[in-house]
């Protein structure tokens, strides 16, 4: 498994193209977010799917015009039950990886995809037992942000498809998110090609003396002719 995950990041990453613009270098997101694991089945707690709910935050730096990294932590909480069996549910992640955004100027809409990899935490504990693990997980998800301000987006939505080794079997989880993103530019981006120099020639700065001096100059030719 580990040799597809380096092979997803190696055909994700050289995608982004390196073009300088004036995108907001640095993004946080922050909002609601949905988990739908199969840990509890798979530790014998349920019998079937739960859904857990929780938050979802992140910071992007845009490196290029397209292709930046991302930072992000979800918390999950929940005490779901089945067949009057309660279990208290936590859920933690911490991811990090690049993210690829193309830019719709037209309408102001991001489209994004990322591939990041982490850790995952997660306790259960019912009346008559308990667990907890820390393992190895990976998402990958895209979604959209639309520019309402200059400083401010809207994520209606994020949908992510995570896997996690907290036991034996792999957990295939799927994710969905939507909030706000506030963004930061720290100065505008210098252009690839700068100004030319200020003319600093006498004509520039006082065109007056040289043409005085031109016609001067023609007053001494007619005057030796």
Known sequence: MHRKILLLAVVLVPLAAAV?????RLEAFGGYSWLSTSLLQD?????????LSGFDSSLSWNITHNLGVV????????TPSQDGTAV???DYSFFAGPKITHHNRSNNIE????????????????????????GFSM???????????KYVSIRPFQVDYMISQLTY???NQFRLSAGIVFRWKFGERRNAFRAPPPDCSPAAV???????KESNAAEVAYSSD
């Open 139 to 149: 998402e990958a998800g895209f979604g959209m942000d639309i520019v309402v301000r």
């Open 71 to 78: 930072a992000e932590g979800s918390g999950f909480f929940g």
């Open 43 to 51: 530790t014998g707690f349920l019998p079937a799917r739960e859904g």
């Open 20 to 24: 300088a613009g004036d995108e907001p």
């Open 88 to 90: 208290r549910a936590r």
């Open 169 to 171: 079997h792999t957990q």
């Open 111 to 134: 489209v994004f995809i990322h591939q990041l990899f982490g850790m995952s935490h997660a306790t259960l504990n019912s009346a008559t037992r308990s667990f907890a693990s820390t």
């Open 206 to 212: 006082d065109p007056t003396k040289t043409q005085r």
